[in-house]
């Protein structure tokens, strides 16, 4: 899930959300935003049963994917475009 807020100005408070233990271990979101390195958006875990991390992002296009423990590579339906080079918000 992601959920987007719209704060003073142009930038956007983007919240990555996925289910607590699917898939196990340590997540990161990873994109554009971050060049694209892995640890440095970990998802953290929350007591309503979610992990969650938010990012500031200004207006444009923004790729991102998940990478989780293991090396596993997966995207989030919930982006507005999702092809083989991941997922796209558009801000």
Known sequence: MIKRNRLFGSQTRVTFSLPRDTPPGT??????????????HVLVARRDGTRTVTVRLGPGQH???YLATGGLWFD????????????????
């Open 76 to 91: 989030d339906e919930a982006a507005d475009q999702v092809d083989d080079q991941g997922g796209l918000l558009v801000l």
């Open 63 to 65: 790729r991102f994917r």
């Open 27 to 40: 997540v990161s979101v990873v994109g554009s935003f971050n060049d694209w390195q892995p640890g440095e």
